[in-house]
């Protein structure tokens, strides 16, 4: 009675989760007329995106074996797994899934239609033991419409006469055609009533479901092999209502399948020869056409330039609809990583339209927001001032190469001043402190943002000079060079334990969090450990570790932008920490873990991350530190690094954002050196590889801002000024500098040096970037004075409720030890 019922009991079925983040393979057609990303995993198809790269509307597509009496095989879990490329570059693919008990072979080729909003996979089944008519093989699919296992509708039904499968959430629907003939299908709720529930417990279609509503759903069909012999094509279609994703889907299946592989393949071809490719015949198994692949498979479509940071969901098996983002969101960071990998392969049109996109999304105040969906709506809200930074950096980069126009032999960086003039203005008025360091958790003054930040304020000031604002480009350069001579004093720690154990002077710290102008003595202050933003969190749930222990390889970004040298001896002592706490070596080559007691990353028994966690080694970290070898002249060990990277990648050339980096947990699927449940492929360091490639070939950092670079290691500029603002309160100035008080409003500044037996007044100037500068005629003061001041406000006139003070003091020296110094601020 119960396979007669027409409505699938069990509603809502089980909580919704999505699935693997280890990707084999990813792809598109490079065509707007297509809007399908798919992704693989397994042997099967995971996650497929329509009609956005943000937005996923599957769960997972695979095949399930069983001969009607006692075998059950799941392809996905069954059977071992091999990837092959189709084409050199190309993002089709042939996956081959041999049963482990040695029964069947499953080949399937995938491609998506290059004019349609559909994906396809042909397919062959063989059985290997028996012949085909021993075994049935069913298909299996659980739509997530809309980035949401919930709330989905399935049934059965036809198109123009052609059995099909739908479903449908909020107004977007997915339809599944079969070339063979269906012989039985149902749909069900996931963990009651649908598919896997049945072949599980029947190994036979024993229920015949023809609506499920509102749910977690699952959708299934029985393949008529002995009338296909064996061989199939499915397509899924997908649209805006079931009969604009049917239409998809028929007339995607009715086209001949080598044609249109094809066309999806000459498509690809044609963007590979826009590049700077590797002269040589093109190999499928070459990372650097794959990673070049990768980031534009990761583009949107609607949107040009809009780069996502993966095509998966970290973890995302335990991972439910709480998790609307996964990774299938803009990160700024990435975006900007992605670009400037596009640059380096000469992607003229690609990076212009990165830049543009940066453009189009940069929020009015001039920071762009942590992370978004396509269409610039913030996900997070918190705000990193490395992401404000780096576009300036991307614009610069593309200037040098001649990239901004258009016309090849044009360049108009004018053009772009005004977002540039925007993301400037909003670092002097926030700055040197971030919010959020890079890795989205602390705030305080971090080496890689006061890198970031330092090296596009100076980049701005190039780009100001060329369109006529030589005032504001002044102001930025000094700016600039404040912030660098205050480095060493903010995040530079000298005598600590771990330099003891060491045996080095000092060390740059990951982050050191301020108390009023400075790092509060990096010995003394404590930093928080934490992981992503989650709503659990709270601070009592937070590790705290002095500031002085919590190394990072971040430091290295004092000389990737041009700061500091290479062999400068404060950067290897830090090298030599770095090494100390974080390098692992791995068979497959050294990785580094972000800092210490890092926490976003599977536990020791090799659960999944769930808001804790231990970080594991991360191969992005092996690029940079590639980068710090050959800045130091050392070609050979970055060569090797570069190999470790490769080496990291799976057989689709994924490169994970982390691998694992203990004894190896099988049933988890955890191997040392391998990659983790964190994301993969991670779009990031595919860039970093790709900019690894065009450095090792040109013999230098091909990044390197030569503004930094001519500024302070050549010819070693040095600040004329110390800078007092609301956000960034000195206490102390060398003798022999000109203090500058900076406010967000008209001020006047009535000031003493001699306890207020006598006084001036200084009117603030307007920088045009929101920032209001007085310099007061300090540089002639001796060390011990005191200068006093407050701030009167012409526009509410009033006076501003206190009095502030400034100690003199004696200039630094320039030998390695800040630490009296940075005491004294605290």
Request: aromatic share 10%.
């Amino acid at each position: 009675m119960e396979s007669k019922q027409k409505m699938a009991p069990g509603w809502p079925g089980i909580p919704a989760k999505w699935t693997s983040s280890a990707k084999s393979g990813v792809g598109t057609a490079p065509s707007a007329a297509s809007r399908v990303w798919f992704t693989l995993s397994h042997g099967i198809f995971n996650e497929i995106y329509f009609p956005r790269v943000d937005q996923a509307c599957t769960r997972d597509l695979g095949l399930i074996v069983t001969d009607g009496r006692e075998f059950f095989s799941e392809e996905k879990r069954h059977a071992r797994h091999e990837v092959e490329y189709l084409a050199a570059g190309v993002p089709a693919y042939r996956l081959i899934n041999t049963c482990a008990d040695g029964r069947y072979r499953i080949e399937k080729e995938i491609i998506t239609s290059p004019h349609r909003d559909a994906v396809l996979q042909r397919t062959r089944f063989t059985p290997l033991q028996g012949r085909l008519e021993d075994y049935h093989l069913y298909a299996l699919l659980a739509p997530h419409l809309g980035n949401y296992g919930a709330g989905n509708n399935a049934w059965v039904g036809d198109y123009k006469s052609t059995p099909m499968l739908f479903a449908e959430r909020d107004g977007y629907a997915l339809a599944l055609a079969c070339s063979a003939s269906w012989v039985k299908r149902s749909v069900g709720f996931v963990g009651v009533s649908d598919g896997w529930q049945d072949l599980s417990a029947h190994k036979r279609m024993e229920w015949s479901y023809e609506r499920a509503e509102n749910g977690n759903v699952a959708m299934m069909g029985e393949i008529d092999l002995n009338r296909s012999d064996g061989v199939f094509t499915l397509a899924l279609g997908f649209g805006v209502g079931a009969h604009e994703a049917s239409l998809c889907a028929l007339a995607a299946l009715q086209e001949d399948f080598d044609l249109t592989l094809e066309e999806y393949a000459s498509e690809w071809r044609r963007w590979r020869q826009t590049l700077r490719v590797p002269p040589s015949e093109p190999d499928p198994h070459d990372l650097y056409s794959i990673s070049l692949m990768l980031m534009r498979v990761h583009e949107a479509k609607k949107f040009p330039g809009g780069i996502i940071a993966s095509l998966s969901i970290p973890w995302g098996d335990a991972k439910g609809d709480e998790d609307l983002g996964g990774y299938h969101l803009v990160w700024p960071r990435d975006l900007v990583e992605a670009g400037s990998a596009l640059i380096a392969a000469g992607a003229r049109d690609a990076a212009r339209n990165v830049i543009h996109y940066l453009e189009a999304t940069q929020e009015s105040d001039g920071h762009w927001a942590q992370n978004m969906w396509m269409m610039g709506d913030p996900y997070w809200n918190g705000v990193q001032m490395d992401e404000t930074a780096l576009p300036i950096l991307l614009v610069d980069q593309a200037r040098r190469e001649g990239m901004l126009s258009a016309m090849v032999n044009e360049e108009d960086v004018t053009s772009f001043w005004p977002m540039v003039k925007k993301a400037a203005g909003y670092l002097v008025r926030n700055g040197p402190v971030t919010p959020e360091e890079r890795w989205e958790t602390d705030p305080g003054y971090s080496p890689f943002t006061l890198a970031a930040e330092i090296a596009a304020l100076l980049a701005a000031a190039d780009i100001a000079d060329e369109s006529g604002e030589s005032s504001v480009a002044a102001y930025l350069r000094e700016t600039a060079d404040t912030w660098n001579a205050n480095i060493e004093r903010w995040i530079y720690v000298t005598d600590t334990e771990i330099d003891r154990r060491v045996g080095v002077e000092g060390h740059y710290v990951r982050v050191a969090q301020p108390d009023k102008a400075d790092a509060a003595s990096p010995h003394q202050g404590f930093v928080p450990i934490k992981c992503r933003p989650l709503s659990l969190n709270t601070l009592a749930d937070q590790k705290a570790e002095p500031a002085a222990y919590i190394a990072s390889p971040d430091a290295l970004a004092l000389v990737r932008f041009g700061l500091r040298e290479a062999h400068d001896p404060r950067i290897v002592n830090t090298v030599k920490v770095i090494d100390e706490l974080l390098k692992v070596e791995t068979p497959n080559g050294p990785a580094w873990r972000r800092y210490v007691d890092d926490e976003y990353g599977e536990h020791q028994d090799g659960s999944a991350f769930d808001g804790t966690g231990i970080g594991r080694a991360w191969p992005l970290l092996t690029g940079e530190r590639a980068h710090y070898e050959l800045a130091a002249k050392r070609t050979w060990e970055a060569e090797a690094l570069m190999r470790a990277m490769e080496a990291f990648a799976n057989d689709g050339g994924m490169i994970p954002e982390q691998v694992w980096d203990a004894p190896d947990i099988p049933e988890r699927e955890l191997f040392f050196g391998r990659a983790t449940g964190s994301a993969m492929p991670l779009v990031w360091a595919h860039a970093e590889y790709v900019k690894l490639r065009r450095s090792l070939h040109e013999g230098r950092v091909y990044d390197l801002p030569p503004q930094t670079v001519k500024r302070y290691l050549i010819h070693h500029t040095r600040s004329s000024h110390t800078v007092w603002r609301f956000n960034n309160k000195c206490e102390v100035t060398p003798a022999g500098l000109t203090l500058r008080v900076e406010t967000q409003a008209p001020a006047v500044i009535h000031w003493s040096a001699d306890e207020w037996r006598t006084v001036s007044d200084v009117e603030a100037r307007d920088t045009d970037l929101g920032v209001y500068v007085a310099d007061l005629p300090t540089g002639g003061l001796k060390a011990g004075s005191r200068i006093s001041f407050t701030i009167y406000w012409p526009s509410s006139k009033n006076w501003e409720d206190n009095n502030f003070v400034v100690q003199v003091v004696e200039p630094e020296s320039e030998s390695g030890a800040r630490q009296e110094l940075a005491e004294s601020y605290a």
